[in-house]
């Protein structure tokens, strides 16, 4: 009988965009068959858009190791939890050149094989109206509403106590 082959998953986002000179989270999750191996790696590759070779990024092995050379060193930094599955990293000061895509590769042995998650970068000069920033302004809108009720609720409050005491006046001086 056939064993069925184990395999990690990796997750990632397909693209993404980011502002010229920020810092961005590349996340990066997996899943496993087996538990989590003391020989666990994490490969971060990058293949710049104009299709040249690719270019290691970051390595994993018992602990992060960054690279000593390359357009990326000293602007990556770990900022995964293998204990939660997630082995992304952060790029610092983006920059145009950093367009193209990233590879991670998760191996768990016995788990070698299995998908390699790629997320597309686009480094923009400035930021697109998108669904976060509808998020936004719906929830702003949102809020600015609340407060708006509350005043007038307040208001109408205030002006039904001052009416409530103006007729206990004119009732005692009937009286």
Request: aromatic share 8%; charged share 20%.
């Amino acid at each position: 009988a056939l064993w069925p082959a184990a395999a990690v998953e990796v997750h990632t986002s397909k693209e993404v965009d980011a502002v010229n000179g920020t810092n961005l989270r590349l996340k990066c999750t997996f899943s496993s068959s087996s538990p989590i191996s003391q020989h666990l790696s994490v490969t971060w590759n990058f293949q710049p858009e104009d299709l040249s070779s690719h270019e290691p990024v970051f390595y994993y092995l018992k602990e992060p190791y960054k690279l000593s050379v390359g357009r990326f060193k000293e602007r990556i930094t770990w900022d995964g939890n293998i204990e939660r599955n997630d082995v992304s990293i952060i790029i610092w000061n983006l920059q145009p050149t950093d367009n193209g895509t990233f590879t991670c590769q998760v191996k768990n042995p016995p788990d070698v094989d299995g998908t390699i998650g790629e997320v597309r970068l686009r480094v923009v000069q400035k930021v697109h109206f998108s669904e976060i920033h509808f998020l936004a302004v719906a929830i702003g809108s949102a809020c600015v509403l609340m407060i708006i009720v509350v005043i007038v609720v307040i208001i109408c409050r205030h002006h039904r106590k001052k009416a409530q005491e103006k007729r206990i006046e004119v009732a005692d001086t009937e009286l």
